[in-house]
Structure formats: structure tokens, C-alpha cells
């Protein structure tokens, strides 16, 4: 990246524009944002309500405090080590120094990872897989009936859903089988208590963002989220499309789930000869291993149509993150069957020669762009924004029909083509938003969550604010809250104004499943807190005693 600038993935414009949104925010006193003003080229869009905070917040973050075409790099940088560390946290407890080490550095650059950074720029995808194996280890001492971990394992599983929604989805399944494992190898319900009680606690930590996320899509087009080339259906390994470059990509992340299989299913083997040493583990990494394979595979299509939330993870090779977690335990544990060390030695070596050259695969047939940071950059300081999301898109608007896409090139006629003013005059007989010459209009204030300004006008008008309607959006005219329209197709906010002069007052407000959900994050991480200190002072006790 210091020689080529950054790897524009899939995702790349996303993050950028939603980190730059966020950090903008900030400045205007915001701490937590939740609409992004920016988006569908100023229109803006609930986007921060929906996409897990975790990301886009450090991103914002090491924008502020580095220059912005470092930001994604540094990023980056950040998560592979946290994954690392978080490896060898699960490693270290049934291998030996180096071969912990081996698991880190094999899970850290995966080649699941290398995809995610050089292909799809899913830095949401990339911080959530750095949680995934201090959710096994959590999960692990937990099914022992280690209830002192209890928290640590809540906090991981709360971090996942705080970084991404399909990651999480993919970790509430996965750590529902592995407490399933564990109650088979100990012949025992109980693993299940502790199991539960983890969860509910992870979900409560979670609760600011996943109850808000879970209320409000009733008000915005989620399905988009899976329409199209986005369905499950059309992602497993080795897809065939009529998008010869849907189809491409498709086949190169075929081609490493492929590759992650094999040696993973041959690590296996040599693993399987010492699995009374550490049946636990064992079983769990081999079962996670089989589910991942299988839920890749045009077989398992009935279950992303029939298991609740699953077909939200889109793209069935998505569960690469947690084979690769598998991968890289098994093949170190392999490296370390050998009984002579040359034999360890050339066994890793070729393991990771075969790393680097996907990873140079990928370098060369990455896309690598240098504008995309400074466009977009321009593109939110001059006010034109940057793109929406359709599954954010408010119920009854199309964000096609917004003004202001400077790559439209179908509408070239008309008041449509130019860039949107922040308030127009409705004419309904045309459907267009016009220039509001009948009103004069003084803007006293316009911030991401506040909208307030003076209207004079000697007969009714409609005015159309730069804004799509949303039901968080309350309207107050002269202080008395009205409900605002919208207009046909785009959603723009429609407010009827009365001859006279008025005061109109625009506010995002506080709706109750976001109160609630901060209330219950605040009083579950209370409770964690208690938990921790008691077994810290139960601890203390007996060592005194």
C-alpha cells in the first residue's frame, strides 16, 4: 500500500464515505451519529443505524489522527495484529510457544483475510474475524463450566455484533454448535447454562445497536440486502451468472475455499492421532470446519431458505473466516506432529510460500487507485455527497430518483438533471421540485441530526427539504410538531407551509428502541462489571485465607 496506494475493494467507497460521514459529525458535536448526511448525495440515509458502530467509529477515528490515505492501511494493520494476538490467546493453551506463534501468524494472514484486504475492502468483515477465536476460547472454558469467563466471552460475542451484521450471524450459529459439542463430548446438558447466559449478556452489551437495527427495518428496504446477486443462492462455490466479473471474483474466492479445504482437511488427519490430548478443541475446530464446508456448498441451500437471519450473510463463503480459524490451529498443530524437525520446517515453509503467492496473485489483480480518498473527500466538502445504500433506502423512496448523481446521464432535461437545492417549492401538478421563488427562506441552522429555518410566504406552498423522510424525523412548525409528506418516488420531505411568516425546525429525535437499547447495553455492562469484580474478589480471599 506504500508503493501502490490502497486496494479499492468491493466495499472500499463504502467504509471511506462512512467513516469521513461519521468523523464530520463529530466535529459538529455528534457523538454518536446515526444518520448519514452525506449519503444519496446529500439526501442522506439511516446508515448508521444499521451498520454496527465498531467499524466505521475506529475508522473515523485513525482518520482524524492520521492522513486519510493511511487510514484504511493503518486499519488494517491494527486488526491483522489484534487477530493475531487473539489466535495465539486460543492457541497457546493447547500448543506449544511456537507453534502458538505458527496458528497466530497463519490466522492473521489467511487467505480469507488476503481476499478481504486486497479484493473486498470489508474492513467491518475484517474487525469481526479478529473476535472469532476469543469466541471459541471463551466458549471453550465456558462449556467447562468456567463461569468466571463468562464475561469475556459476552464481551467477544457483543464485539462481533458490533463489527458486522453477517459476521455475527455466522458467530450466534457457530457458538450455538459449539456448546452443542461440548454437551456431546461431556455426555451433559450444563455446558448449555453458562452457554446462554454468555449469549444474553453479548446481545444486552450489543442491545445500543442490535434492538434500535432490529426495530427500525420495518421503516427502511432491508430485502435489498439479499435481492439480486446478493442472495445466497448465487454465491456458493463456484457460481455460474451472467456478470462474467460477478462470476470472476466468484471463482478466485472458489479457488482459496478450495485450497483452505484441502490442507485443512490433511491437517486434520495428523491432528486426529493426538484428539485425546485435547478433545475439546479438537471436536469443536472439526465440527466448525465440516458445518463451514458444507454451508459453502449449493447442497445446503435449504437451510439458508429455512435457519432464521441466515440467508442475511449473503455470500455462503463468508464462513471461510471461521474454516480459516480452523485452518491455521490444525496446521500448526500438524507442523508440530512431526517427529523430525526438518520435516516441521519444510512443512511450513511450503504453507506459507503457498500464502504469499495468493497473496501476490491478489496484489496483481487487485484494483489499486489513488483517488478514490480525495474524491470522496471533495465530494463531501463541496456538499454533492457521496452514494446511498439500497437496503438503507426509506420505505416508498428510491434513491435512483434523487437529483444530484453526477453520474446520471439518463436525465439530461429538466430541473431533475441539476444538483438538489436544500429547499425547494413542490409543484404537484409537475412533480418537480422547483426553485421556491414564492418564499423567502433564511437557513438558521443545518447539521446532520437539526434542520431550522425561517420561511416567509404570502400563500400556501409546499416546500421539499433535501432530506428523504424517515419516521425518526420530527417536524415542528411554530414550535406545534405536524406530520410531514413525501414526495412520489424519491421520498423527499414535503413540508406544507401555510401563508405568513413561519419557524420550521427539522430534529432526528430520540426514538424509544434506541433509548431502550442504550438503557439495557448500560445495565448489562453494570452487571458484567459486578460479575468480574466478584470473582476477582472471591479470588483474592481464598488466597488470602
Not at 154 to 165: K, Q
Not at 318 to 328: K, Y
Not at 423 to 431: M, T, V
Not at 474 to 500: F, H, K, N, Y
Request: proline fraction near 6%; charged fraction near 20%.
Amino acid at each position: 500500500m506504500l508503493f501502490h496506494g490502497n486496494a479499492s475493494g468491493h466495499d472500499f467507497q463504502f467504509h471511506m464515505a462512512s467513516w469521513m460521514d461519521a468523523a464530520n459529525q463529530w466535529r459538529e458535536g455528534i457523538v454518536y451519529p446515526r444518520w448519514a448526511e452525506s449519503a444519496n448525495w446529500g439526501f442522506g440515509e439511516p446508515r448508521f443505524i444499521f451498520y454496527p458502530p465498531a467499524s466505521w467509529m475506529i475508522g473515523a477515528a485513525l482518520g482524524c489522527l492520521l492522513p486519510l490515505k493511511m487510514a484504511p492501511g493503518g486499519f488494517i494493520w491494527l486488526t491483522l495484529v489484534a487477530a493475531g494476538m487473539s489466535m495465539w490467546k486460543l492457541a497457546r493453551e493447547w500448543l506449544s510457544g511456537p507453534l502458538s506463534i505458527i496458528a497466530a501468524v497463519l490466522f492473521e494472514v489467511n487467505p480469507y483475510h488476503l481476499v478481504i484486504v486486497y479484493y473486498r475492502s470489508d474492513f467491518a468483515e475484517l474487525l469481526a474475524g479478529a473476535f472469532l477465536p476469543l469466541l471459541v476460547w471463551g466458549a471453550l472454558h465456558a462449556g467447562r463450566g468456567e463461569w468466571r469467563r463468562v464475561p469475556l466471552l459476552a464481551a467477544a460475542f457483543a464485539g462481533i455484533w458490533l463489527s458486522n451484521a453477517p459476521a455475527a450471524v455466522i458467530a450466534t450459529y457457530s457458538l450455538g454448535l459449539i456448546f452443542v459439542v461440548e454437551c456431546a463430548v461431556r455426555r451433559s446438558f450444563r455446558p448449555l447454562v453458562p452457554g446462554a447466559t454468555a449469549m444474553a449478556a453479548g446481545f444486552g452489551l450489543g442491545a445500543f445497536y442490535i434492538l434500535p437495527a432490529a426495530w427500525e427495518r420495518r421503516w427502511v428496504q432491508i430485502a435489498q440486502a439479499v435481492a439480486d446477486n446478493l442472495r445466497p443462492a448465487q454465491n456458493f462455490l463456484f457460481t455460474h451468472a451472467s456478470d462474467p466479473d460477478f462470476v470472476r471474483f466468484n471463482w478466485k474466492v472458489s479457488s482459496v475455499a478450495v485450497g483452505v479445504t484441502f490442507v485443512t482437511a490433511v491437517a486434520a488427519v495428523f491432528v486426529a492421532k493426538r484428539r485425546r490430548e485435547f478433545p475439546d478443541i479438537f471436536w469443536v475446530l472439526a465440527t466448525l470446519g465440516v458445518v463451514s464446508i458444507s454451508l459453502m456448498l449449493p447442497l445446503s441451500n435449504f437451510l439458508w431458505h429455512r435457519l432464521p437471519e441466515l440467508q442475511f450473510v449473503q455470500f455462503p463463503w463468508r464462513w471461510l473466516d471461521v474454516l480459516d480459524l480452523v485452518f491455521a490451529f490444525f496446521v500448526a498443530a500438524a507442523i508440530g506432529q512431526a517427529r523430525r524437525r526438518w520435516v516441521s520446517g519444510i512443512a511450513g515453509v511450503v504453507v506459507f510460500v503457498a500464502i504469499g503467492t495468493a497473496a501476490t496473485a491478489m496484489i496483481r489483480t487487485g484494483w489499486w487507485d489513488t483517488s478514490d480518498v480525495p474524491a470522496t473527500v471533495q465530494a463531501i466538502r463541496s456538499g454533492s455527497g457521496y452514494e446511498g445504500t439500497d437496503e438503507y433506502a426509506p420505505v416508498g423512496s428510491d434513491r435512483y430518483e434523487l437529483p444530484g448523481n453526477p453520474n446520471d446521464t439518463e436525465r439530461v432535461e429538466g430541473v431533475s438533471a441539476v444538483p438538489a437545492q436544500r429547499i425547494g417549492e413542490f409543484d404537484s401538478d409537475s412533480g418537480e421540485v422547483v426553485p421556491a421563488a414564492d418564499a423567502k427562506l433564511h437557513i438558521e441552522r443545518w447539521s446532520a441530526e437539526r434542520r431550522e429555518f425561517d420561511a416567509e410566504t404570502a400563500m400556501p406552498i409546499t416546500l421539499a427539504v433535501e432530506l428523504v423522510n424517515y419516521p425518526a424525523w420530527e417536524v415542528r412548525l411554530d414550535g406545534q410538531e405536524i406530520l410531514a409528506d413525501r414526495a412520489p418516488d424519491t421520498g423527499q420531505m414535503l413540508v406544507e407551509l401555510p401563508e405568513g411568516a413561519h419557524r420550521v425546525s427539522i430534529i432526528f429525535r430520540r426514538t424509544w428502541d434506541r433509548k431502550a437499547g442504550g438503557v439495557i447495553s448500560a445495565s448489562s455492562a453494570l452487571a458484567l462489571l459486578v460479575w468480574v469484580l466478584w470473582f476477582r474478589w472471591r479470588r483474592d480471599d481464598e488466597m488470602t485465607g
